[in-house]
Nanobody, 123 residues
Framework: QVQLVESGGRLVQAGGSLRLSCAAS????????MGWFRQAPGKEREFVAA???????NYADSVKGRFTISRDNAENTVYLQMDSLKPEDTAVYYC?????????????????WGQGTQVTVSS
């Protein structure tokens, strides 16, 4: 199984940028499709972005044009570059992995998860 550890979350002002990292261990990252989800207080976990093993990407409409997901298989790390941040981006951000590119918008179809990293965007 793959283990995932997120880092990079912090407090940032609206309009700022942040890069989250997700380090994988236990298995080679190239075997997995990778994704980022987020969960704000009182809300369900929602899809943010995903990338296949061949670097095809998919984004939620709410972050399209502002966030960029990428992967470095040699470093076993996935990144989420977040630009033009808004207060509504405030949430705990989770890294996830799957071996099947199906229903990727649904958290239930991602078997492996990290512990999350807090991102807070102040207005």
């Amino acid at each position: 199984q793959v283990q995932l550890v997120e880092s990079g979350g912090r407090l940032v002002q609206a309009g700022g940028s942040l890069r989250l990292s997700c380090a994988a261990s236990g298995r080679t990252l190239s075997s997995y499709k990778m994704g980022w989800f987020r969960q704000a207080p009182g809300k369900e976990r929602e899809f943010v972005a995903a990338v296949t093993d061949s670097s095809m990407t998919n984004y939620a409409d709410s972050v399209k044009g502002r966030f960029t997901i990428s992967r470095d298989n040699a470093e076993n790390t996935v990144y989420l570059q977040m630009d033009s941040l808004k207060p509504e981006d405030t949430a705990v951000y989770y890294c996830a992995a799957t071996q099947a590119w199906i229903r990727i918008l649904q958290a239930a179809y991602w078997p492996w998860w990290g512990q999350g990293t807090q991102v807070t965007v102040s207005s």
